[in-house]
């Protein structure tokens, strides 16, 4: 499985973009989809998660009301729209897989076999 996320840039602060990411090899509907984002200097952090079984989505509580994940199964593409940006969310952004990830460990990396090339968003106040 090959992912590859796209759609970052440089945006003022209450601005909005919309990331995508894209899948090869295998479809997203057999997988549970999350996106993280690591800034500099920090960890790398939980965005949100759409789950195979339920097709729930849940998110971090830092964009609960900003940032809406989405599929598009036609194109075996995942989307991410960050309305209301914030310096905050400045971060490296990049969107991974698991057929085995549960609840308990949506906000783990290591829950996470399939990564993609992370794609920038710099927020500027």
């Known amino acids: 499985v090959q992912l590859q996320a796209s759609g970052g840039g440089l945006v003022q602060a209450g601005g909005s973009l919309k990331l995508s990411c894209a899948a090869s090899?295998?479809?997203?509907?057999?997988?549970?989809v999350g996106w993280f984002r690591q800034a500099p200097g920090k960890e790398r952090e939980f965005v949100a998660i759409k789950f195979r079984s339920s097709n729930n989505i849940v998110y971090a509580d830092s964009v609960k009301d900003r940032f809406t994940m989405s599929t598009d199964n036609d194109k075996n593409t995942v989307h991410l729209q960050m309305n209301n940006l914030k310096p905050d969310d400045t971060a490296v952004y990049y969107c991974?897989?698991?057929?085995?990830?549960?609840?308990?460990?949506?906000?783990?990396?290591?829950?996470?076999?399939?990564w993609g090339r992370g794609t920038q968003v710099t927020v500027s106040s």
């Open positions: 991974a897989m698991s057929s085995t990830v549960i609840f308990s460990e949506r906000t783990k990396s290591r829950a996470y076999h399939h």
């Open positions: 090899g295998r479809a997203f509907s057999t997988y549970s």
